[in-house]
């Protein structure tokens, strides 16, 4: 891995950036690999981190249709957070934070973490009720929690609407201090430089159109590139899992949708937070460039489209306006949107699937870009001992027939979406 002096940096800001060397290989495809990973977003990444640093694995390709990051990884807006409660969601979205927190010094590259709290506000007695057993919850765990009065929020966000007839009265909240937000190219770009220095192939421009199967297993991938030949198949790729599973022959328990983002002109500092607004599926935070990042609920149709429709668009910016009035003065700058794959409960999949040699790594509905650091440790750890992490034993595709399922889904859209 390369290193430069802030002497070479500034030799090379003035020879017109023209020396500075790959941060990863563009390889040309081998024939076979010990295991292929399918998706070159920070799940896929993270994965081939974790296979050849904790597992030695190093005979190992990710391949991408694209660009590294150019899915949902490079869609989102940023958030990472583990207030969940449910067991089997806990402790896996915990691991990931305390990953985020020492990533930058693991790969030795900037990842921007900001652990700047977020609060879920509450707007009746039923929710502020729910925000306490979550947080007793979380604390129960080891995870910090801490519940906020009335006057409490209205002293630390004082620019929300606290009106008598604003649309949602804000009683409470519940505050995580340790959540935040982490540059989203930053982790696929430390993932990638960190695995390739670890000898993965990052393989881009590259799509998997289909399997290589023989007796009945899984050996290997068609691509565009040719076909290339694996032990073990795992796949990543967000809203596209279930189209690719289908190709072996697997009918997930998927529905694919699309989930907008928005940035305003940029403005001086205002919100130091991330601000929840569940009740009309509403949150914002604010970049270090100055602009507001904020966003709302699914479209509700099913697409692989990466756009939104427009009654998103007004419905996210009722709810801005309701929120925080001041919004109404600011331009919208950009809008994009990504598909993600919804399980029904709301968790995620990380498991070895019922196809011999085919790992399945999703399900993320809104919120993986949090989990990223975990769920590339533990489907590494999953493809490689071919046996869950206790982290990710409650992952399965199984929990959808036999009824056990991680409901988190139920606290509704936005206080643990995003
Ligand atoms: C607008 C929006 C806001 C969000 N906000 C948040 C948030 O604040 N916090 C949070 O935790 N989560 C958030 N999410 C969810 C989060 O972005 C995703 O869950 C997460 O980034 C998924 O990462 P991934 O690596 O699995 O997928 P991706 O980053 O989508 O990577 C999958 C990759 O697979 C590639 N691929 C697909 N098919 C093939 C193929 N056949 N062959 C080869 N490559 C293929 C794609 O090109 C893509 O690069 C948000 C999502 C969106 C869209």
């Given amino acids: 891995m390369t290193?430069?002096?802030?002497?070479?940096?500034?030799?090379k800001a003035f020879s017109g950036h023209r020396s500075w060397s790959r941060a990863w290989r563009?390889?040309?495809?081998k024939p076979a690999y010990d295991i292929v990973i399918v998706g070159g977003g920070g799940h896929g990444l993270a994965t081939?981190?974790?296979?050849?640093?904790?597992?030695?694995?190093?005979?190992?390709?990710?391949?991408?249709?694209?660009?590294?990051?150019?899915?949902?990884?490079?869609?989102?807006?940023?958030?990472?957070?583990?207030?969940?409660?449910?067991?089997?969601n806990?402790?896996?979205?915990?691991?990931?934070?305390?990953?985020?927190?020492?990533?930058?010094?693991?790969?030795?590259?900037?990842q921007m973490v900001s652990q700047r709290g977020q609060f879920n506000l509450c707007h009746s007695p039923a929710s502020l009720d729910a925000a306490r057993r979550r947080g007793n919850v979380m604390r129960a765990n080891?995870?910090?929690?801490?519940?906020?009065?009335?006057?409490?929020v209205m002293r630390r966000l004082p620019y929300l609407d606290y009106s008598d007839d604003a649309r949602f009265p804000i009683i409470g909240s519940l505050f995580q201090p340790r959540a935040g937000t982490v540059r989203h190219d930053a982790v696929a770009w430390g993932y990638a430089r960190g695995a390739d220095a670890l000898g993965v192939d990052i393989i881009q421009?590259?799509?998997?159109?289909?399997?290589?199967?023989?007796?009945?297993?899984?050996?290997?991938?068609?691509?565009?590139?040719?076909?290339?030949?694996?032990?073990?198949?795992?796949?990543a790729v967000s809203g596209h899992t279930g189209y690719l599973a289908a190709k072996v022959g697997l009918r997930l328990p998927l529905e694919t949708h699309v989930l907008q983002a928005f940035v305003t002109e940029p403005l001086r500092p205002?919100?130091?937070?991330?601000?929840?607004?569940?009740?009309?599926?509403?949150?914002?935070?604010?970049?270090?460039?100055?602009?507001?990042?904020?966003?709302?609920?699914?479209?509700g149709y099913n697409t692989y489209a990466q756009r939104g429709g427009l009654p998103l668009v007004e419905h996210t910016f009722a709810s801005a306006k309701a929120l925080i009035p001041s919004i109404s003065r600011l331009r919208l700058m950009r809008q994009w949107g990504g598909v993600m794959d919804m399980t029904m409960d709301g968790s995620p999949i990380i498991c070895k699937s019922p196809v011999d040699g085919f790992y399945i790594n999703g399900g993320w509905c809104y919120g993986g870009f949090k989990a990223t650091p975990a769920s590339g440790y533990c489907f590494a750890w999953t493809l490689a001992k071919d046996e869950p992490h206790p982290d990710n034993a409650e992952f399965t595709l199984d929990r959808f027939r036999n009824g056990y399922q991680i409901d988190e889904k139920g606290m509704g859209p936005t206080p643990n979406a995003h």
Wanted: aromatic letters at 10%; glycine letters at 10%; proline letters at 3%.
């Fill in 90 to 110: 806990t402790m896996f979205y915990e691991r990931s934070l305390r990953l985020w927190e020492q990533l930058s010094q693991d790969l030795n590259f900037n």
């Fill in 142 to 152: 080891g995870i910090d929690a801490e519940l906020f009065s009335r006057e409490e």
């Fill in 3 to 11: 290193h430069y002096s802030a002497l070479s940096l500034v030799a």
């Fill in 205 to 235: 421009q590259c799509e998997v159109t289909g399997f290589i199967l023989e007796r009945g297993a899984v050996v290997g991938v068609e691509t565009s590139k040719g076909p290339i030949r694996a032990k073990k198949v795992g796949t």
């Fill in 48 to 88: 081939a981190y974790y296979l050849a640093k904790e597992h030695g694995l190093r005979n190992v390709a990710v391949i991408e249709k694209g660009w590294l990051g150019g899915g949902n990884t490079g869609r989102n807006t940023t958030i990472v957070r583990s207030n969940y409660m449910m067991p089997g």
């Fill in 26 to 29: 563009d390889p040309v495809p």
């Fill in 270 to 299: 205002m919100i130091d937070s991330v601000i929840s607004y569940a009740a009309a599926h509403f949150y914002i935070s604010q970049s270090d460039k100055g602009d507001l990042v904020l966003g709302g609920d699914l479209d």
